[in-house]
């Protein structure tokens, strides 16, 4: 999503610094060149080695360098970026870019650029509710800086409350929606116009006779917004949905199932397809020998044994390779440990090109609630995305998948 473009770091002096060495390594694994200004307050935090390692580009520290500023680096700093993002914000630097002070190489940097600035604000609580930060902070939306956070948690400090640096992945989702790459709506000039798409949604319920089943907890939110995201897109989208509770997606063809043998049947009806997508949670196993009528109780005879066995590996059989296979086979890995390790071994086992991993624990609340935090496993590594709603996921996976496929087929076949 950030392919080629330039962001300048200015990197203040407060205990956050350290996760601006994630921050640089996610925006270096999305291809954009990062360039570093330190503060000398920064400085007692990172060094300008680490920065320089991770950016693979010098390190700016000094207002008065004479190679520098021979050529007015300040000016050429903050006019080269396409964006300045300042991370941490720390309470000081946020009152000299309000105050249009010039008194260092980062203030100045920030008062000679007609680029768009995002600033991460990380400080104490109490300085982050003070009343000349408030007051600096409207100052500076007024003006048109753009602020990500901060969020609620413990600090350096021993307290608790607003004043926590966003995440990096947080931040990168921010710079993508500044940049044009929209964590909620299309890439600029993306389109699935044209292409055909299959999305599965929900649980399965695998009968043991004609009133118990086996299924799980999957409520269908997030396979449901896949699907009405990529029709928003332009994609001719089916739907294979199991038993769920949420309404069909508009524009779209649905197809309703039960079991996991009646969702592959609806996966190989679909025909040719452009991009697969395997959000439901398909039961591992179903009865061997389902029973014809329901089975009794009898008092005082032990639980009937119940023989299962493996239900039909849907992923694995469409990212078989072969004249059939879609360009793009995403699979979703729902887990409660080792989420990304288990994910990356799902990818390879099953042959499928991205794998979206989702913790889903008891206590994340992601089967049959509204946000989700997940992690995309392609063949280059793991994206680590910010806890969103199910919607913006699937927004942004359609994205994803829009820019991946380029441009439709129909466009190509008129050339």
Known sequence: MLNGKRILLIVAGGIAAFKCHDLIRRLRGQGAHVRCVLTEAGARFVTPLSLQALSEDKVYTDMFSLTDESEMGHIELSREADLLVVAPATANILARMAAGMADDLAATVLLATDKPVLAAPAMNVRMWTHAATVANVETLKKR????VGPNDGAMACNEYGPGRMSEPAEIVAAIESMLGASATGPLAGQ?????????????????????????????GKQGHAIASALAKLGAEVTLVSGPVAVPDPMGVKVVKIDSADQMLAACQAAGQLDVAIFAAAVADWKAASPAGAKIKKQAGAPPPAL???PNPDILATVSRPGPQRPALVVGFAAETENLVANAVDKRKRKGCDWIVANDVSPATGTFGGERNTVHLVTAEGVEAWPTLSKDEVAGRLADRIAAQLGRPRSVKAAE
């Open 144 to 147: 048109g800086v753009t602020f």
């Open 191 to 219: 389109s699935l116009a044209g292409r055909r798409a299959l999305v599965t949604s929900g649980p399965t319920r695998e009968a043991i006779d004609p009133v118990r089943y086996i299924s799980n907890h999957s409520s």
């Open 307 to 309: 023989e299962l066995t």
